[in-house]
């Protein structure tokens, strides 16, 4: 059965003078080299490092109590739980759910990937339980990143654009991903007689590491790191540089903006429910 036999040590005994256990091994080392290259490309090229430290000093200067190191590791274990573990900031349940789906897809990919062809690149024997979880990463990876194709995508659920209107720079991680898990899945289960799957795999893989500073790779650790620091500006009094939000109940100042109780009632909430006012499509 392909979901339990390894397709890299397949394409080593069906190709073994071309695809050595070295060559996929050096494959995986430059994918690697080229996330960290795109990534650290990003930053410099974005300033994102930049941001966040001039970001920071500014903070501590409008800050009217200093956080604690206890609060700081609970902010720390909240953004970890909620912003990177459950993508707890997504309103839209169906798209939280593509959104975990893909990612811990990709994760589990990935990491079996790196076992399978480290591990064991010329062998099956014992590699049954990582090959299958090879495969779960790219069919969870695949169940996630369609649904948000075909119908969780902004322009295409809101704006009602067809599903396939691509643009460019905007899709191609989306893409690429899609591309990468589903000839990888397909080339498993044919083999190296469907040479092109395999090749078409390698060039989608290839695309996805290459582009990174086109991807959203960057933005897994950038995002973590601003909720958590919008965190630290709340805790600390800096409220990014903003006034403190009044008693809207208060008399005296609905006295002096008699406006508030007549649009907001006479015990109005901070700002009303806003845009949570109706349920989330996409976000």
């Not at 500006?233 to 006034?243: I, N």
Request: aromatic share 16%; net charge positive.
């Amino acid at each position: 059965m392909f979901l339990v036999d390894n397709p890299f040590a397949r394409l080593n005994a069906e190709l073994p003078n071309f695809f050595t256990p070295e060559l996929m091994k050096g494959y995986v080392v430059l994918m690697v080299l080229f996330v960290i290259g795109g990534v650290l490309f990003d930053i410099w090229h974005k300033k994102s490092a930049k941001y966040f430290f001039e970001h920071s000093k500014n903070q501590e200067k409008h800050a009217s109590r200093k956080v604690s190191s206890s609060e700081r590791t609970g902010f720390m274990v909240d953004t970890l739980k909620n912003e990177v573990l459950t993508s707890g900031e997504f309103s839209c349940t169906n798209r939280r759910i593509s959104h975990l789906l893909s990612m811990y897809g990709f994760i589990i990919f990935v990491v079996m990937t790196a076992i399978l062809i480290f591990g064991y690149p010329t062998t099956t024997e014992g590699a049954g339980f990582f090959t299958l979880l090879w495969h779960v990463g790219a069919l969870m990876l695949m169940a996630g990143g369609y649904w948000f194709w075909f119908g969780i995508r902004v322009d295409l659920s809101a704006e009602g654009k067809p599903w396939h209107k691509i643009a460019p720079r905007a899709d191609m991680f989306i893409l690429s991903l899609l591309a990468m898990s589903t000839f990888g899945v397909i080339w498993s289960m044919f083999g190296a007689q469907f040479g092109v799957l395999f090749a078409l795999f390698i060039i989608s893989t290839t695309f996805l590491f290459a582009g990174v500073i086109w991807s959203k790779f960057a933005h897994m650790f950038f995002k973590p790191a601003a909720a958590f620091q919008k965190k630290m500006v709340w805790a600390d009094g800096s409220r990014e540089g903003l006034p403190d939000m009044p008693d809207l109940s208060d008399a005296a100042l609905q006295a002096k903006f008699p406006d508030i109780p007549t649009y907001m009632g006479k015990n109005p909430p901070n700002m009303g429910q806003g845009i949570r006012r109706g349920s989330a499509r996409n976000y």
